[in-house]
């Protein structure tokens, strides 16, 4: 059965390759047809197997603008990074420092002492959150920009290859001779099949 279902997988790809000859259908040159072998340098290019950023790459490689525009979404992303960075290191610094001093001040076996030092801590940890309470609600800020930056550019990229990825489909048309043609060589087996006795 399995050397039934992998001839058949066969024929039918061999037919299918056959109709897409050059000659039975007009090629049309395309981003969809380079993005195959592209990589992209847009913002989401981590991600290989994602078509619309392939498609993409090859649209950045022939209009300045586009590539521009890629680059500076790129730069942006990068001190956007770097920005929160600096800020990240002091910030987890000081909750881990915090942190770790709760979990001390829980080892103090004189209840009275550790009741003191957790009330320290708390007075402290207060005053520093209300002392960087600006600093996150920009932080916060610095983040939400970036989500929108980075939904309106995704939005963006997809609308610039929707017409791309129609091209493509005009350019390769699915017909149905091969398949039709294949199910009639499939039927005449199977009758063949089911009159052998």
Wanted: charged content about 30%.
């Amino acid at each position: 059965m399995k050397k039934i279902l992998f001839a058949s997988a066969l024929a039918l790809s061999v037919l299918s390759c056959k109709e897409n000859k050059p000659g039975n259908a007009t090629v049309v040159e395309n981003a969809v047809d380079n993005a195959e072998s592209s990589v992209s340098g847009s913002l989401k290019s981590y991600r290989n197997d994602n078509m619309v950023d392939k498609i993409y790459s090859e649209l950045i490689k022939n209009d300045k603008n586009l590539k521009t525009l890629d680059d500076k979404l790129i730069k942006v992303y990068e001190e956007s990074g770097k920005v929160l960075g600096l800020y990240g290191e002091t910030l987890h610094k000081s909750e881990d420092f915090y942190r770790d001093a709760h979990y001390q001040a829980g080892t103090i076996k004189d209840s009275l002492l550790k009741q003191q030092m957790e009330k320290e801590i708390k007075i402290s940890s207060d005053h520093y959150n209300q002392k960087i309470s600006k600093v996150k609600e920009l932080i916060a800020k610095v983040n939400k920009n970036s989500d929108d930056i980075n939904n309106f550019y995704t939005a963006f990229k997809i609308r610039k290859t929707l017409p791309e990825i129609g091209k493509y489909q005009n350019a390769h048309p699915l017909k149905t001779d091969s398949l039709e043609n294949f199910i009639n060589k499939q039927n005449q087996l199977l009758n063949e099949l089911k009159n052998i006795k």
